[in-house]
């Protein structure tokens, strides 16, 4: 059980356009869904929490408007990164947690690798 | 400012050997740590954590050691198997393990036949 799934898992962008990336919990309810984001050789770093029904958290530095978060139901949430620069390309990587759940109680996506080109 | 870090990128074993992999944390409100390892094309799964009441938690092959005056920790694995090959990230968190992962850098273990 608790698995997390990305889509997609790879994609290659123009410099200036927008692209999504959907996270789902396939069998449980997540509550909270967080947005995490590794360059390379770096560590994951949170970008933004996501509670299902509100407004998204975002971390220090992160710009809120750049990176859309939507968390709409309680299996979906999607990062939408907008107006894309090379500076953009990473690995992107969700993770969602059930209800009542400690915070370290997370499930982790795949991960979604995007380039900007 | 990195608040975990894993100092080690690589870590190279022999079967049936032990690993051991550590973790320097600076964040003296850091009272939980977990240990995820990575598969590429995987997300992070969970392996083994620790709370700061205590200094050692072991499941199986894997023990998790913490020294709070030294702000360190410690996975070790034995005996190491070629499966256990992966990337190993160290997290921290604080109250308790409610306040958001910070994650270190990581660290490629392979574990040769």
């Known amino acids: 059980g608790a698995v997390v799934s990305q889509h997609p898992s790879w994609v290659i962008c123009k410099s200036g356009t927008s692209v999504k990336i959907e996270c789902r919990s396939l069998d449980f309810q997540a509550t909270t869904m967080f947005w995490y984001r590794q360059f390379p050789k770096q560590s994951l770093m949170l970008m933004a929490t996501?509670?299902?029904?509100?407004?998204?958290?975002?971390e220090q530095g992160v710009e809120k408007d750049k990176f859309l978060i939507n968390h709409a139901s309680l299996t979906l949430s999607t990062l939408t990164v907008t107006s894309a620069h090379p500076e953009d390309s990473s690995f992107y990587i969700c993770?969602?947690?059930?209800?009542?759940?400690?915070?370290?109680?997370?499930?982790f996506g795949p991960g979604t690798r995007l380039t900007v080109t | 400012d990195q608040q975990v870090k894993q100092n080690s990128p690589s870590l190279s074993v022999q079967e049936g050997r032990i690993s051991i992999l550590n973790c320097d944390y600076t964040n003296s409100m850091f009272d939980y740590f977990l240990w995820y390892k990575k598969y590429p094309a995987e997300g992070p799964t969970f392996l083994i954590s620790?709370?700061?009441?205590?200094d050692k938690n072991e499941d199986g092959r894997f023990t998790v050691f913490l020294n709070k005056s030294a702000k360190h920790l410690s996975l070790h694995i034995v005996p190491s198997q070629p499966g256990d090959s992966a990337v190993y990230f160290c997290a921290a968190s604080a109250q308790g393990g409610s306040e958001k992962l910070v994650f270190g850098k990581g660290t490629k273990l392979t574990v040769n036949p």
């Open positions: 620790i709370s700061s009441i205590k």
């Open positions: 993770s969602a947690r059930a209800r009542g759940a400690i915070s370290y109680e997370q499930y």
């Open positions: 996501s509670n299902e029904g509100s407004k998204a958290t975002y």
